[in-house]
């Protein structure tokens, strides 16, 4: 069974950073695309970037696209998302997804089912 549990959440002001991980189990991490979304209240969940396997390619929402990056380490079963310039609007619950299939791309990944979620961390950007 695929696990995956975030940390690194919190609240931080306007302009400041804060990095996520996200660590996983239950089958090969190298193998798969590997994804973060968010949900913020009283909205639908939405996605934020992905990774494919190796980590040579990545694909971000326009919304985050030059201020967020997300980054893994096969060796450690974790993947990152590092927040720089945070604005009031991404706070949100963010959660880590896993694709159920190795062909999962990074641009598809925002597009088909997402098979595994983590249990998700908070994150609160303050004006």
């Known amino acids: 069974q695929v696990q995956l549990v975030e940390s690194g959440g919190g609240l931080v002001q306007a302009g400041g950073s804060l990095r996520l991980s996200c660590a996983a189990s239950?089958?090969?991490?190298?193998?798969?695309?590997m994804g973060w979304f968010r949900q913020a209240p009283g909205k639908e969940r939405e996605f934020v970037a992905a990774?494919?396997?190796?980590?040579?390619?990545?694909y971000y929402a326009d919304s985050v696209k030059g201020r967020f990056t997300i980054s893994r380490d096969n060796a450690k079963n974790t993947v990152y998302l590092q927040m720089n310039s945070l604005k009031p609007e991404d706070t949100a619950a963010y959660y880590c997804?896993?694709?159920?299939?190795?062909?999962?791309?990074?641009?598809?990944?925002?597009?088909?089912?997402?098979?595994?979620w983590g249990q998700g961390t908070q994150v609160a950007v303050s004006s």
């Open positions: 990774i494919s396997y190796t980590g040579s390619g990545t």
């Open positions: 239950g089958r090969t991490f190298s193998s798969y695309t």
């Open positions: 997804a896993a694709p159920e299939s190795r062909l999962t791309t990074v641009r598809s990944m925002g597009l088909n089912p997402v098979a595994y």
